[in-house]
Nanobody
Framework: QVHLVESGGGSVQAGGSLTLSCEAS????????MGWFRESPGRQREGLAT????????IYADFVKGRFTLSQDNAENRTTLLMNNLSPEDSGMYYC??????????????????WGQGTQVIVSS
């Protein structure tokens, strides 16, 4: 099992930036992927960015490309999600997760079986 703890959420105005972090402990290297997901009212949980735990190959959802950057600090079992140019549509609960690709996709939450408790992001206009 992998235990995940997110931090860094908060409130920001549109156009601003936030950095989220996820600290992992446990059997991290028994998983292939580590990533970030978002849940907001009226929308299903959606994948934002994931990376391979070994090698840090990264994939982004189209709607965050160019704005979000996912990086990994292996020494500290941590990933960081830098979010720039935020808009109110980016508001929601952000979750860190570890798991496996699902049907070949790296951003499908159905492949992820370890989840953090989430951190809230609020972007005001």
């Amino acid at each position: 099992q992998v235990h995940l703890v997110e931090s860094g959420g908060g409130s920001v105005q549109a156009g601003g930036s936030l950095t989220l972090s996820c600290e992992a402990s446990g059997a991290l290297y028994s998983r292939k992927l580590m990533g970030w997901f978002r849940e907001s009212p009226g929308r299903q949980r959606e994948g934002l960015a994931t990376l391979t735990i070994v090698g840090a190959a990264t994939i982004y959802a189209d709607f965050v490309k160019g704005r979000f950057t996912l990086s990994q600090d292996n020494a500290e079992n941590r990933t960081t999600l830098l979010m720039n140019n935020l808009s109110p549509e980016d508001s929601g609960m952000y979750y860190c997760a570890t798991g496996w690709p699902y049907a070949g996709g790296w951003l499908d939450p159905r492949g992820f079986n370890d989840w953090g408790q989430g951190t809230q992001v609020i972007v005001s206009s």
